[in-house]
């Protein structure tokens, strides 16, 4: 079956950095990207969709300035969490869609802890 | 607004029992509805999805749901659980034509006992 591969499975980070995540489709061309993102004991919820070439559009809430996503070519798409707080804290996983494709194939997650 | 709500956060079973994974949903028109898996250290994973058609839905490693719309509800089951069912499992609506956004369930975590 399809691959998605994500990296970095861990992060830790001081406050103020910037974390880049990237979100790779193996064997598919992922036309659209999706971004989540778990508290511990809580649902994953959409932080944003982006399709290959376009602007990431983003769910309400989220800070698009804060999470910037890029989704330059068919198999990359990254998230990358600007100046980091310890509330940025939490499990971010990406999932990816081949066209109109009903499948969604999901990365392995990242967990990323600001110090 | 669409809501997912999988009441049990934890559930431990012994090998070889039956297993009921509860979902109920909240949404104004006909729910796309999905189990996903998750085993540490990897990607969710597709069990089985409902659309439409028949209500009872069968998937991937011997689990089926059923789609009661009456009840809004979307409950997973399997017959005889393997030690290798241990896994977080998501109940997900999806709406605007299925895959397009997807809202989760805060998920249930599945022990098995040999």
């Known amino acids: 079956g399809a691959v998605v591969s994500q990296h970095p499975s861990w992060v830790i980070c001081k406050s103020g950095t910037s974390v880049k995540i990237e979100c790779r489709s193996l064997?598919?061309?992922?036309?659209?990207m999706f971004w989540y993102r778990q508290f511990p004991k809580q649902s994953l919820m959409l932080m944003a969709t982006s399709n290959e070439g376009s602007k990431a559009t983003y769910e309400q809430g989220v800070e698009k300035d804060k999470f910037l996503i890029n989704h330059a070519s068919l198999t990359l798409s990254t998230l990358t969490v600007t100046s980091a707080h310890p509330e940025d804290s939490s499990f971010y996983i990406c999932s990816a869609r081949e066209g109109s494709n009903e499948k969604l194939f999901f990365g392995s997650g990242t967990q990323l802890s600001v110090l | 607004a669409q809501s997912v709500t999988q009441p049990d956060i934890h559930i431990t079973v012994s090998e070889g029992a039956s297993l009921e994974l509860r979902c109920n949903y909240s949404?104004?028109?006909?729910?796309?509805l999905f189990w996903y898996v998750q085993s540490p250290g990897q990607g969710l994973q597709l069990l089985l999805k409902?659309?439409?058609?028949?209500?009872l839905v069968q998937g991937i490693k011997g689990f089926e749901a059923e789609f009661k719309r009456s009840q809004s509800s979307f409950n997973l089951r399997k017959p005889s659980v393997h030690w290798s069912d241990a896994a977080e499992y998501f109940c997900a609506v999806g709406s605007f034509g299925g895959y397009n956004k997807l809202i989760f369930g805060a998920g249930t975590r599945l022990a098995v006992h040999p």
């Open positions: 409902y659309f439409s058609g028949d209500t």
């Open positions: 949404y104004g028109a006909t729910p796309y």
């Open positions: 064997d598919f061309q992922a036309t659209t």
